[in-house]
């Protein structure tokens, strides 16, 4: 079992920069993979990229891509989203998710379905 949670979220306004973590603890050295989501008011959970465990090769979504990176810290069981250039719309609450599975994680490292662990989230409000 792992436990995911994530921290450092809050309020901060356009064009700033935040770098979320999400530290995972239980049996952490079976991640095969970490994600983060967000969702945003009523809208659906959207995939913002990965981060694979074993190489740190990481991956973010084409929305993501050249304002948000994803690192970890091996050593401290933890994962960063890091965010800069923050707009409005980056407004949303942010989920950490891990598998322990590499099959689950090749076929939906993208979806939701590719990750069995989850965090409890941590809210961005990007506002002026």
């Known amino acids: 079992q792992v436990h995911l949670g994530e921290s450092g979220g809050g309020s901060v306004e356009p064009g700033n920069s935040l770098r979320l973590s999400c530290a995972a603890s239980?049996?952490?050295?079976?991640?095969?993979?970490v994600a983060w989501f967000r969702q945003a008011p009523e809208k659906e959970r959207e995939f913002v990229g990965y981060?694979?465990?074993?190489?740190?090769?990481?991956y973010v979504s084409n929305s993501a891509k050249g304002r948000f990176s994803i690192s970890r810290d091996s050593a401290r069981n933890t994962y960063y989203l890091h965010m800069t250039k923050l707009e409005p719309e980056d407004t949303a609450v942010y989920y950490c998710?891990?598998?322990?599975?590499?099959?689950?994680?090749?076929?939906?490292?993208?979806?939701?379905?590719?990750?069995?662990?989850w965090g409890q989230g941590t809210q961005l409000l990007v506002s002026s």
């Open positions: 998710a891990a598998t322990d599975s590499y099959d689950d994680w090749r076929s939906s490292a993208t979806k939701e379905e590719g990750y069995n662990f």
């Open positions: 981060i694979f465990s074993s190489d740190g090769g990481a």
């Open positions: 239980g049996r952490p050295l079976e991640i095969v993979a």
